[in-house]
């Protein structure tokens, strides 16, 4: 079992990590633990086990005698944000979709680690890398406060929610789209020039989003950091699609891209939009409890997918969509202009689905084929 796997592996370094980080690693076995209950969410608790299995790739370097001082400290900061943003994000008075919109972020920036702790990484882009995973979790962190009850003491994290100059909602998609960067850059597929590229940029638009949440920052330069911020997440995302174009990927089957291309809207999109957008395909036996969650999609054959989902009651169970009104549905709640800032290096295979609609099918999935105009 992954949470067993996870849990093992976490123990074994906390034998080994400076006493400093002991309690953060103690409370990371812990925060594992807490997605066993059955009412977590598939996709959330893959979220938190990858998310952990990633800091164990950190506690790893952190403990190698061969790593340099400046980076095991990096890291062990970051070691330390990423176990506190995960337990406020687990908080369970954080609404659902909010938690799971959280547990992404952290998962695709602790995804990053690996090419950080990797000696050959260029210095300039584990420098951007350490700095864009500090600024984000921080900012998902802040993102997960919930108001305080009467006469509690409020946090730092919650002061700096309290100041945010923009909506939660704008702090939440610039959030997933700087998690889509990592996503993107962690690719080893992606050409050493265009990653170069892109973390620096997303690294630009990290600090941006920390500074316009930072409550130590006066109003007028939270309000400066926004407005700029609009313009750098703007080349960020062109800069996405850039980077993962570039990647040399073997041709999929429409099967294979489709269930990628359906599995990563899953992962990144609201179930509340989800079900509401699929309410037409949700086979009869699922109608009567209710889905909780899609999870994800699984290639049956060039028509079929067969689709990963927890119903209300939380039984976990499976049934078959046909590809080609999940797809054009799927492309209605993620048009052109936000596919790579929402789904990553996933974006290739939506675009290579509606490739294959239009090439086999006729069926044209417009916003995935050309970019829409903004």
Partial sequence: M????????????????????ASTVEKLISIISTV????TLPQDRQGVIESAENLSTALAAINDAGTPPELRKDLTAIVKQVTSALGAAGDTRVPAEERSTLILVIKRTTSTLDMICDPKTPQDVRGQMISTAKDTTYVAESSS?????????????????????????????????LSASSDIARDGRTPPKEREQLTEITQQVSALLKKSNDSGASPEERSEAKKELEDKTSRMKDQQEQSASAQDRPEESLGKAAAFCTSAIFESTPES????????????QWEAEGVKDFWKAKDKSNDTLDVLAQLQNNENTNGPFEVVPLITELAELVPHDK?????????????QTATYLD??????????LSKTSE
Avoid: Y
């Avoid at 939009?273 to 009869?284: E, F, S, T």
């Fill in 2 to 21: 992954e949470i067993d796997e996870a849990t093992t592996t976490l123990n074994e370094e906390k034998e080994r990590v400076p006493e400093e980080l």
């Fill in 36 to 39: 066993k209950d059955p009412d």
């Fill in 145 to 177: 406060t919930v108001e305080s009850s009467p006469g509690a003491e409020s946090s730092p994290a919650a002061e700096s929610s309290a100041a945010n100059t923009g909506s939660k909602q704008a702090t939440s998609n610039t959030l997933v789209s």
């Fill in 273 to 284: 939009d989800l079900v509401r957008g699929l309410k037409k395909q949700i086979p009869a």
């Fill in 339 to 351: 596919l790579f800032g929402t789904l990553g290096a996933s974006a290739l295979s939506c675009e």
């Fill in 359 to 368: 090439e086999k099918f006729g069926v044209t999935v417009d916003t995935w």
